[in-house]
């Protein structure tokens, strides 16, 4: 099975994609898709669209893990960071995925089984998981692998 697990953003778009295998993760790909800053948001929406598009083509995944979004304070990062959600969400469903959402209080309840988790340790988590000689960088990259992972425990249970 293999799983495609995003960390959404505007700026930042953290992806990472696992095969499991006989309950092992293992990672097929992983990195960013960054848009640059005081673009337009059409533009960069599109950008958003076109390299997560390419990279479901390129990797095949059968599922999207998409992290659901918290905000306690700023409107206009959540109301951006909303916009990028429905372009990731159109990518998956126009390419048939299986669409799963976490939130991160999921997502650190999974990997720690402490939903309070520090960032730290989720990144450690994900190291261990997939066997990495050190965590995924950038910290978006770790948090879709921890997306990923989420997925997959969630299915086995």
Known sequence: MRILGIDPGT??????????????????DGGVIRTPAKTFDPIRLH???????AIIKDTKPEFMSVEKLFFA???TTAMSVSQARGVIMLAGQQAGLSIHEYTPLQIKQALTGYGRAEKKQIQEMVRILLNLKKAPQPDDCADAFAAAITHAMNIKS
Request: hydrophobic share 45%.
């Open 47 to 53: 950008t958003i669209y076109d390299e997560l598009t």
């Open 11 to 28: 700026a930042i778009v953290g992806f990472g994609v696992i095969d499991v295998l006989d309950g092992k993760y293992k990672m097929v």
């Open 73 to 75: 304070t700023n409107v």
